[in-house]
T-cell receptor, first 110, second 116 residues
Framework: SQQGEEDPQALSIQEGENATMNCSYK?????LQWYRQNSGRGLVHLIL?????REKHSGRLRVTLDTSKKSSSLLITASRAADTASYFC??????????FGKGTKLTVNP | NAGVTQTPKFQVLKTGQSMTLQCAQD?????MSWYRQDPGMGLRLIHY???????DQGEVPNGYNVSRSTTEDFPLRLLSAAPSQTSVYFC???????????????FGDGTRLSIL
């Protein structure tokens, strides 16, 4: 069964606005990763945050992790039409497996 | 580098047929895995391998076989195709697959499989 659950399932915003997506998970983790999937393509790794980190930045991306609440958020600032994609969180616990959520579909309108 | 290459990109099968989905990576990654992606279900792990000669089951292994004879290749075999196996299949690889690994996974562009 899925470990991570993204919220919302779908998000539609205007270009230039910020987009926030949330991920909740159920068991303890070693790290949490965010991936982007453009239509018809494979997933592309965006950012990884370790369980002992609380916030991480990469360009226009900001990820936070709250292990006490078992949740993470992905913020995309100053969104562009090219950010239109599905975004997935994935968690890795103590096993060899990386478990993905169902994704948030982001649409950025020009 | 090509990264992770999956073939074919599209395939239509009849119920009961067998086929092999190919996956190859040129990054010398130890860890490889197969996922299926269905609408509203996200990605579900089918099988994975932590190195040549070592494979293990994921969340939804039934109806699929894998082998890992080389570091580069990780084929997925459908033994007797069923309509429930209609899906998009993704292969991924990463530098290591230990439980505490902080390595990201690299994905291929998928194989879109329809079973009639």
């Amino acid at each position: 069964s899925q470990q991570g659950e993204e919220d919302p399932q779908a998000l539609s915003i205007q270009e230039g606005e910020n987009a926030t997506m949330n991920c909740s998970y159920k068991t303890s983790i070693n790290n949490l990763q965010w991936y982007r999937q453009n239509s018809g393509r494979g997933l592309v790794h965006l950012i990884l945050i370790r369980s002992n980190e609380r916030e991480k930045h990469s360009g226009r991306l900001r990820v936070t992790l709250d292990t006490s609440k078992k949740s993470s958020s992905l913020l995309i600032t100053a969104s562009r039409a090219a950010d239109t994609a599905s975004y997935f969180c994935a968690t890795r616990g103590g096993s060899e497996k990386l478990v993905f959520g169902k994704g948030t579909k982001l649409t950025v309108n020009p | 580098n090509a990264g992770v290459t999956q073939t074919p990109k599209f395939q239509v099968l009849k119920t009961g047929q067998s086929m092999t989905l190919q996956c190859a990576q040129d990054m010398n990654h130890e860890y490889m895995s197969w996922y299926r992606q269905d609408p509203g279900m996200g990605l579900r792990l089918i099988h994975y391998s932590v190195g040549a000669g070592i494979t293990d089951q994921g969340e939804v292994p039934n109806g699929y076989n894998v082998s890992r004879s080389t570091t580069e290749d990780f084929p997925l075999r459908l033994l007797s195709a069923a309509p429930s196996q209609t899906s998009v299949y993704f292969c991924a690889s990463s530098r290591e697959g230990m439980g505490t690994s902080n390595q990201p996974q690299h994905f291929g562009d998928g194989t879109r499989l329809s079973i009639l």
